[in-house]
Nanobody, 117 residues
Framework: QVQLVESGGGLVQAGGSLRLSCAAS????????MGWYRQAPGQQRDLVAT???????NYADSVKGRFTISRDNAKNTVYLQMNSLKPEDTAVYYC???????????WGQGTHVTVSS
């Protein structure tokens, strides 16, 4: 069983920065994609950014140029550096791991990010 543990959320003023981390443990199959999704109150869960284990990245248009996703394959950890935060970035951020071979999706418990204006 794969477990994902997130950290790094919190309260920050608009224009500030936060860094989220997500460590995966358990038996993880490659190739896989790790990423971040977010869900604001009353909204659906949306993709923020993903990174493959070969380093290819994908970003939502709303965060391009402000957020950077990276991963450390040796540690099975993915990071999300969030700069120039806006109040509309306020949401619960969820870590995700998708195993391409098995088709399994794994989710973290979520971490709250609140950006005040």
């Amino acid at each position: 069983q794969v477990q994902l543990v997130e950290s790094g959320g919190g309260l920050v003023q608009a224009g500030g920065s936060l860094r989220l981390s997500c460590a995966a443990s358990g038996r993880i199959f490659s190739p896989n994609v790790m990423g971040w999704y977010r869900q604001a109150p009353g909204q659906q869960r949306d993709l923020v950014a993903t990174v493959t284990n070969s380093g290819s990245t994908n970003y939502a248009d709303s965060v391009k140029g402000r957020f950077t996703i990276s991963r450390d394959n040796a540690k099975n950890t993915v990071y999300l550096q969030m700069n120039s935060l806006k109040p509309e970035d306020t949401a619960v951020y969820y870590c995700n791991l998708f195993e391409r071979g098995t088709g399994f999706h794994y989710w973290g418990q979520g971490t709250h990010v609140t950006v005040s204006s």
